[in-house]
């Protein structure tokens, strides 16, 4: 088992932090990639997720170093298809799962590796109740030592809190699928323009107080409207408000 330092778990500490806690997904991806650096050598990098038509496949990359749309476009050349798609959290090498030999013949290897001049790889596949979410791909140049197991070690004592992040943004990006923007629900269920300014406040998180200041009305008034904006969308609290209503047009 790999002996970390105390500025490695420091560092591993800050990774996991900023996993759950970094709003913007993608900037999470990003950051992700430039701190694995600190504790993992490598040349290059993506970071792709799950295509969400209901078949395999990559979208969405965030890549360190390298051109995302070859990996992407040569995906079914992949020989190691049958473990991401697999529906578990794993983390290997790509010498674990093919020999040198063999693998520096594969269409994939030339096709992806060989016009990058790349050689070694460290895979991460991200997973959660059997369903593939992502996969992670450190990448290292023709010439320079493999990944050791010590790098496997580290990685996976952080892919289980990734794919869990990875997971609470696609349950989020279906609830938004399903939720209504504010002009929508203005024009659906005949929102006046005052309660349209004041449903799209509520979104904002503005306090009452904030909007009875913003729009010149009494507190009185304004809980009047807000009333009449719940009738009129069918609901009773702001809570229902947030669970119907998307936060961004």
């Not at 997720?49 to 051109?67: V, W």
């Amino acid at each position: 088992m790999k002996q970390f330092e105390t500025n490695e778990w420091l560092l591993i500490n800050n990774m996991i932090y900023k996993i759950y806690t970094t709003d913007n997904f993608d900037e999470m991806r990003k950051e992700l990639l430039e701190q694995l650096r600190m504790v993992v050598h490598f040349d290059s990098a993506d970071f792709f997720l799950a295509t969400s038509k209901g078949t395999n496949g990559l979208c969405s990359p965030i890549t360190f170093n390298c051109d995302s749309e070859r990996s992407i476009k040569y995906d079914e050349l992949d020989y190691s298809r049958g473990i991401m798609y697999g529906g578990k959290s794993i983390v290997y090498r790509e010498t674990d799962i093919i020999s040198d030999d063999n693998r520096i013949h594969t269409e994939y290897y030339k096709k992806v590796y060989k016009p990058n001049s790349w050689h070694y790889s460290l895979q991460i596949i991200l997973a959660r109740k059997k369903k593939f979410l992502g996969v992670i791909t450190l990448y290292r140049l023709i010439g320079k030592e493999n990944f050791e197991y010590g790098d496997v070690f580290l990685l996976d004592m952080l892919k289980d809190h990734i794919a869990y992040r990875l997971s609470t943004e696609v349950k989020r990006q279906i609830n938004s699928l399903n939720k209504i923007s504010v002009s929508e629900a203005a024009s659906q269920y005949d929102l006046t323009k005052r309660e349209e300014t004041i449903l799209r406040l509520l979104m904002k998180g503005e306090d009452s107080e904030t909007i009875s200041r913003e729009l010149v009305i009494t507190v009185n008034t304004l809980k009047k409207h807000v009333l009449n904006i719940y009738r009129k969308l069918g609901i009773n609290n702001r809570v229902q408000m947030f669970k119907m209503i998307r936060e961004s047009e």
